[in-house]
């Protein structure tokens, strides 16, 4: 259902259908019992997981449903101290030459039961080696489980970064690195850095069920998978043991909606309770809701248009700056975005104390780019496609109509635009082939070092992963970013990040095009709910309590 230009009267008689039709069919999972929303949260989320297993997916939907949910990291990042904070590692130690990292877990942190298998002991350092070795061991008898993707950890070569991994005793683990590394400890605080078992490994293998350690996870987590059902909902049950002390809720829903008009009148009607990813269009009629709270975060984030640089005439520089001046993104950001967001000079937030200040930008000029293509040889432009993601995003709420508005910007200067949009999950894997010639994504911080903004998507080992869209690969821009991370301070790796801007600038694989906000909207009676700028909503610390109560 397309958002309409009028969208408040638009959606006030959607409500008025949507309340009728619930009344009818009901919208709402079936509760394991009547008391069920005195005890439990639904969240309304854009789509289904890919998998139960973060490791295995860069997917902001995925890692939303699982990472927080049901599994714990080594270490965490707290955004509003900016620092690193212990988790299943109650400590760790750094040694003096920086190629040593020692972790001393807690004791009596136990592991989720299902059906199928009830654990016989708690974590220990068997289960962290066994976590990542199946990522980094080519040779692991999980590694080829589920398709062997690793995306964040392949993006960033894990396996090229960690020479071994020592089990020291059960409580304490010793990761030994290639080369010291400053954004190790952030890695590991990543939503995907997580911690399985070791023990429901060993059994599924001699029940010859290897699949099931993603699709039927075991963690440490403050819930567990009770049930899902693809296309209609997911849902958990509170771990009543949990090692941080059990959640304030008893179960937890999520509720698979699609359309953002759906979830938004969900909330309105109290089906929802919290929802994911509002379009910018909605915002006005959340805030005039009194039952609606909007929780807005500063974005960490980039969305930009990527191009084949293996692919002629995407290959050649001066083509790929005569549509970065041809583009507008003052008219992206206003008609996407309503203003949600500010235009980007790279893919690094302005907020990084990492962002180059000084950084020249590519101004809207078509003129200039009329001029550059035909400098090239290309006096009448020339046939292009451009993927556009058909799912909405934090960094882009609606990528279709930002290659609508780039079509015709580009019309402009003679370059006809075929838009190309898939079914998410066909998208993902036609994207693999490299048939295209340019297209719309973005990427969201996993951490605050900034790293994480160019290694995950722009390295030569991202290309190997698959998170490299560009297909660009340039071992000097890698040499800037292992510099970079050769140093601890960031006065000193701050230079690093400079360079590696610039080189951008002048390489072009991708134009920037924005530094969305963030935005996630909460019925008032929902409590304990933070908005993480990294990653994935927690909802451990979450609570209801009634609008009267003071």
Do not use: C, W
């Given at each position: 259902m397309i958002v309409a230009t009028n969208t408040m009267k638009y959606l006030r008689n959607f409500l008025l259908y949507f309340s009728v039709f619930s009344m009818i069919t009901g919208c709402s999972p079936a509760p394991d019992d009547l008391n069920f929303r005195e005890h439990g949260i639904v969240f309304c989320s854009e789509g289904d997981p890919s998998t139960f297993n973060p490791q295995l997916s860069a997917s902001g939907t995925t890692v939303d449903a699982t990472s927080y949910q049901l599994y714990n990291r080594l270490v965490e990042y707290n955004p509003a101290l900016g620092k690193l904070e212990p988790a299943l590692a109650h400590r760790w130690e750094v040694s003096n030459d920086g190629h040593t990292y020692t972790f001393f877990l807690r004791n009596n942190v136990p592991f989720h039961h299902n059906k199928i298998f009830t654990p016989t002991r708690h974590l220990n350092a068997d289960d962290v080696l066994f976590s990542f070795s199946r990522i980094i061991n080519a040779s692991h008898p999980f590694h080829q489980v589920s398709g062997s993707s690793y995306p964040f950890f392949s993006s960033i070569n894990l396996a090229g970064i960690i020479e071994t991994i020592d089990v020291i005793?059960?409580?304490?683990?010793?990761?030994?690195?290639?080369?010291?590394?400053?954004?190790?400890?952030?890695?590991?605080?990543?939503?995907?850095?997580?911690?399985?078992?070791?023990?429901?490994?060993q059994y599924l293998q001699s029940i010859n069920s290897l699949d099931f350690i993603?699709?039927?996870?075991?963690?440490?987590?403050?819930?567990?998978?009770?049930?899902?059902?693809?296309?209609?909902?997911?849902r958990y049950k509170s771990h009543q043991e949990y090692w941080a002390g059990k959640p304030r809720i008893e179960q937890l829903v999520y509720d698979i909606t699609?359309?953002?008009?759906?979830?938004?009148?969900?909330?309105m009607t109290g089906d929802c309770d919290v929802s994911a990813l509002p379009q910018s269009s909605e915002l006005d009629i959340i805030r005039h809701n009194v039952n609606l709270e909007l929780q807005i975060q500063t974005g960490l984030n980039v969305s930009y248009l990527a191009f084949n640089t293996e692919k002629p005439p995407f290959n050649r520089l001066i083509i790929r700056q005569a549509i970065a001046h041809a583009i507008n993104k003052k008219a992206i950001i206003d008609a996407v975005y309503y203003g949600s967001a500010t235009s980007a000079k790279t893919v690094l937030p302005p907020l990084s104390w990492a962002y180059d200040n000084t950084l020249k930008e590519y101004e809207y000029n078509p003129t200039k780019a009329r001029k550059m293509l035909a400098e090239a040889g290309y006096p009448d432009g020339f046939k292009m496609t451009l993927w556009a993601a058909p799912v909405q995003r934090i960094y882009n709420p609606n990528a279709v109509k930002t290659a609508e508005l780039i079509q015709g910007q580009l019309a402009e200067i003679g370059i006809k635009i075929k838009i190309i949009s898939y079914g998410w999950?066909?998208?993902?894997?036609?994207?693999?082939?490299?048939?295209y010639d340019s297209v719309l994504l973005g990427w969201t911080a996993d951490n605050a070092d900034p790293d994480n903004f160019f290694r995950p998507i722009l390295s030569c080992s991202s290309l190997i992963s698959g998170n490299n869209r560009a297909n660009w690969c340039e071992p000097?821009?890698?040499?800037?970013?292992?510099?970079?991370?050769?140093?601890?301070?960031?006065?000193?790796?701050?230079?690093?990040?400079?360079?590696?801007?610039?080189?951008?600038?002048?390489?072009?694989p991708v134009v920037p095009l924005g530094h969305a906000?963030?935005?996630?909207?909460?019925?008032?009676?929902?409590?304990?709910?933070?908005?993480?700028?990294?990653?994935?909503i927690s909802f451990r610390k979450v609570y209801l309590k009634p609008l009267q109560e003071k």
């Open positions: 005793n059960p409580t304490t683990i010793a990761f030994h690195l290639v080369n010291p590394d400053s954004s190790f400890l952030a890695n590991l605080a990543t939503d995907f850095a997580v911690i399985l078992s070791q023990e429901y490994g993603d699709s039927k996870p075991i963690g440490t987590g403050p819930f567990y998978l009770a049930a899902y059902y693809k296309d209609n909902y997911i699609s359309k953002s008009t759906n979830r938004i009148a969900k909330l999950s066909v998208f993902l894997n036609k994207l693999n082939d490299y048939q000097k821009f890698d040499q800037l970013l292992n510099s970079a991370i050769a140093h601890n301070a960031q006065v000193d790796r701050i230079p690093y990040y400079h360079q590696a801007q610039q080189m951008l600038f002048e390489h072009l906000l963030r935005f996630q909207v909460r019925r008032r009676t929902v409590h304990g709910l933070s908005l993480n700028p990294y990653g994935g």
